[in-house]
């Protein structure tokens, strides 16, 4: 198993480690150490991984960073009653350019998800979302990427890929694999309108911060349909986190951020998270514990998922079939967890990119618009796109 990439979690970290409790996460996990080196991946399902590379940051200016204070405080956390094995792969160091950075992230991504580990990324900078989606050139032919984050990223794909622009990258550079992309808890005063407009005219999905504060849970079917899911800590509002972290006044406050990560965990798709913007300072026990307890809600989704989307066995779901103007829209709603998909008709004539996209996670609420007459947003831009 090539992981030269990786450099062994800090002695520091560790010796901290030993005064915790039998009961705590650090004691549960496997841990990379320069002693032991990289542990056995054997019945793993879910592997952290940290990457020092901040180079791409519109604001960075030199300086170097670690992640102890965020391994010190999700090793001290207790786990729940979980029966998913956990390994803490050490960190990616910088590399002598950031594309050595990517590769080495792409590699290390690729590798987790042919083996069906789920790699919990925690970085430096959001660009890093790009590596994490090259990753899946070769294991999926559409990916579904979901952006937690005040701004949509989508930027001047012409420029250099910067964190506040790497979405254009994902978009327009080859191999062409994105599908869909979802923006959730976005702040309209930190979007161009012509971004939000570009966001529409492509049919991308994006959920405003007052939407998801109202109803946290019509976050839940946009994970259900996401492989990659990256959260930018910028979305967190300034009352919760460090003082070098806060950026705006308005965002997710910590249990929003947390409900969303457990989302993503719960969703059967998801095969990697990145949590990215970390910024480590002199005061910085409250970002670090955020972060952890991030972490800690997506592994107990990991640990609650529950296999309820294949249909074959008609016990398994119930079916309702509904008009809307002259379309016909069929749902499915899972016995086993209530939870509901609406079917995207294929259209034959057109080159077909949604093979397995044919069922659309959505909420009974969907239903419930579809039986008064109203079409469903997630329905018709899934529908529009598969047209393009």
Request: glycine share 4%; charged share 25%.
């Amino acid at each position: 198993m090539n992981f030269n990439f990786l450099s062994p979690v800090s002695d520091l970290v560790l010796a901290h480690n030993e005064l915790l409790s039998q009961q705590t996460l650090g004691k549960k996990i496997k841990i990379h150490s320069k002693q032991q080196g990289v542990p056995e991946l054997e019945d793993v399902q879910l592997a952290i991984v940290g990457v020092l590379e901040s180079r791409n940051d519109v604001n960075y200016i030199g300086e170097a960073f670690n992640l102890d204070e965020i391994r010190k405080s999700l090793y001290s956390l207790f786990p729940g009653n979980w029966h998913k094995s956990i390994v803490d792969l050490g960190d990616i160091n910088k590399g002598e350019s950031v594309e050595d950075t990517y590769f080495a992230l792409k590699t290390t991504i690729n590798i987790l998800v042919q083996k069906n580990i789920i790699p919990i990324i925690i970085g430096g900078s959001q660009d890093l979302t790009y590596a994490n989606y090259r990753a899946y050139d070769d294991l999926a032919p559409m990916v579904n990427i979901v952006n937690v984050d005040s701004k949509f990223d989508l930027g001047d794909s012409a420029k250099p890929i910067k964190n506040d622009s790497f979405v254009g990258k994902i978009i327009l550079d080859q191999p062409y694999n994105l599908f869909n992309y979802a923006t959730v808890g976005y702040q309209t005063y930190f979007n161009s309108q012509e971004e939000i407009d570009l966001m529409d005219k492509l049919y991308f999905e994006s959920y405003r911060l007052g939407q998801v504060s109202k109803d946290i849970t019509i976050v839940e079917p946009v994970m259900r349909d996401a492989n990659i899911v990256s959260i930018d800590l910028n979305a967190v509002k300034a009352s919760e986190v460090s003082a070098r972290q806060k950026v705006s006044p308005n965002g997710l406050d910590g249990k929003e951020i947390c409900a969303i990560s457990r989302y993503a965990g719960i969703s059967n798709k998801v095969t990697s998270i990145g949590i990215y913007e970390y910024q480590p300072s002199k005061d910085d026990t409250i970002t670090s514990m955020l972060v952890a307890q991030i972490i800690w809600y997506f592994i107990e989704g990991v640990n609650f998922r529950v296999k309820d989307d294949d249909f074959i066995n008609d016990d398994s779901y119930q079916k309702f079939i509904t008009l809307v103007e002259d379309q016909e829209l069929i749902f499915y709603k899972s016995t086993k967890t209530q939870r509901w998909w609406i079917e995207i008709p294929f259209l034959s004539e057109i080159n077909n990119k949604l093979k397995r996209h044919t069922l659309l996670p959505c909420m009974h609420q969907d239903y419930l618009d579809a039986s008064n007459n109203k079409l469903p947003d997630r329905w018709y831009k899934a529908f529009q796109k598969n047209c393009i």
